[in-house]
């Protein structure tokens, strides 16, 4: 007779369906492997992804299960590690994003160093345990245990409360700006001043850019300026919009509402691109001619790999640079989502875990 995997019980806050509010609970997480981290976490961001796959909204491509704990902008302290772990000793600082797992040793695309696009690739939460065999659960909870490969190295020197959304709002935009080239001499656009486009501004301004930020609010101008952008563009005034026609290199659509694309990409110059981040619930109507005069391109983008996910946190290290973030307890979730639904966050909620220890 097999024996059952050792685990371990770790206080969460989960929903018990799609229309249930969170509440307390108790998870099981595996026993550390030869090669596997475990981390106490110290905050989580609230991505709008969490409240998607809680909800089931996304039941079609990636259908909940139920209790559901989201979560995966993950900062804590490493507690423990197996004894074949070279990358990280506990004590140290780590961090996990979207991935918790994948076929390292078969997937061409892991072997390639793109565990992003990888088929086998183990979501934080939506998942499949790999020891367990129980869905995977997500940050909401008192600690994680990855394998060595998708715990990333955190900076020292920046607030642990504005790192965590890094680990999917920064590398999200991020990872599009590096993929593309953006850096001095380049005009970029940044459409929509949110969770992503906060962070896509800040990132295309260190990395030497022209930044312009594109807003339906007048409200946003000056905080636009604040996170870096050197211009700013209400796309409501058909006037500014014109005057920005053909002129850039790249833009990055971080919007998730319906919206014009072809508007954005008259802006392109002659081989520019406009790469989507945001996911509007409805498809978007392209215009041919609006990719083919001028040999324009339209492309979308995920999280990037674990090396560029490193890389995002050391440049972040290097340049001061996290997420604007309103950190709140796990007790304040459920209003959090209800804020989150009415875009009322600048521009990141984050998670102090340590009210987790509140709960009986």
Request: charged letters at 20%.
């Amino acid at each position: 007779m097999s024996s059952k995997p050792a685990s371990y019980s770790a206080k969460a806050y989960s929903v018990s369906s799609a229309t249930a509010p969170f509440k307390p609970d108790t998870i099981q997480r595996r026993e550390p492997g030869d090669l596997d981290v475990q981390i106490e976490i110290l905050f989580c961001g609230v991505c709008h992804s969490d409240l998607h796959f809680s909800r089931n909204e996304w039941s079609s491509a990636m259908p909940a299960s139920y209790p559901c704990v989201p979560g995966h902008e993950i900062v804590g302290r490493v507690t423990k590690v197996g004894p074949k772990v070279t990358k990280m000793k506990a004590g140290d600082l780590a961090g996990v994003g979207c991935m918790v797992g994948a076929d390292l040793a078969n997937c061409p695309f892991c072997k390639a160093g793109k565990e992003q696009y990888s088929p086998t690739q183990i979501g934080t939460y939506g998942g499949t345990e790999p020891v367990l065999g129980t869905p995977t659960q997500g940050g909401y909870s008192e600690s994680i245990v990855v394998n060595e490969h998708f715990a990333l190295r955190v900076p020292t020197n920046l607030p642990l409360a504005a790192v965590a959304p890094l680990l999917c709002a920064g590398i999200t935009t991020y990872s599009p700006l590096r993929y593309w080239k953006v850096g001095p001499g380049k005009k970029v656009g940044i459409v929509g001043i949110g969770g992503l486009g906060h962070m896509g501004v800040k990132f295309a301004r260190a990395l030497g850019a022209h930044v312009v930020v594109f807003t339906t609010s007048n409200g946003k101008k000056d905080d636009a300026i604040r996170l870096g952008a050197h211009e700013v563009v209400i796309s409501k005034n058909a006037d500014e919009m014109k005057a920005h026609a053909g002129s850039f290199d790249f833009i990055l659509d971080c919007v998730s509402a319906d919206h014009d694309i072809n508007a954005y990409l008259a802006l392109l110059a002659p081989e520019g691109n406009l790469t989507l981040v945001g996911a509007p619930e409805k498809p978007l109507a392209v215009a041919a001619f609006s990719l083919l005069m001028g040999r324009k391109s339209l492309s979308g983008s995920p999280i990037g790999s674990i090396a560029e996910t490193q890389e995002m946190l050391d440049f972040c290290g290097e340049h001061n640079i996290t997420a604007d973030v309103e950190i709140i307890p796990i007790q304040k979730i459920n209003e959090a989502y209800d804020r989150l639904l009415k875009g009322d966050v600048k521009y990141r909620f984050s998670i102090d875990m340590a009210s987790l220890k509140n709960e009986s």
